[in-house]
């Protein structure tokens, strides 16, 4: 079964950055369409970008397009999520996602607060 692993998030001031991973175990990621997710506190699970595994296409919701960027690096079985110019409504638990499969990893906080 494939395992995600979310890291990189944290506190970070407004028009701060941060880059997060999302390593996968056991099975390439390449093999599956990966999309990022956030959830802020009592709102419901967004999805805010996606990658095609097909030819590697990006996708990102308009809130964050222009600020945050996608890619992947199979040699390290790794997708990241570059995050810039953050806002304090970025503040929320980030969270990978493959499919197919629907699997989840257990999610990175970021914190964007001055």
């Known amino acids: 079964q494939l395992q995600l692993v979310e890291s990189g998030g944290g506190l970070v001031q407004p028009g701060g950055s941060l880059r997060l991973s999302c390593a996968a175990s056991?099975?390439?990621?390449?093999?599956?369409?990966i999309g990022w997710f956030r959830q802020a506190p009592g709102k419901e699970r967004e999805g805010i970008s996606c990658?095609?595994?097909?030819?590697?296409?990006?996708y990102y919701t308009d809130s964050v397009k222009g600020r945050f960027t996608m890619s992947r690096d199979n040699a390290k079985n790794t997708v990241y999520l570059q995050m810039n110019s953050l806002k304090p409504e970025d503040t929320a638990v980030y969270y990978c996602?493959?499919?197919?499969?629907?699997?989840w990893g257990l999610g990175t906080l970021v914190t964007v607060s001055s």
């Open positions: 990658m095609s595994n097909i030819d590697g296409t990006t």
């Open positions: 996602h493959a499919d197919p499969g629907d699997y």
């Open positions: 056991l099975f390439p990621l390449n093999d599956y369409a």
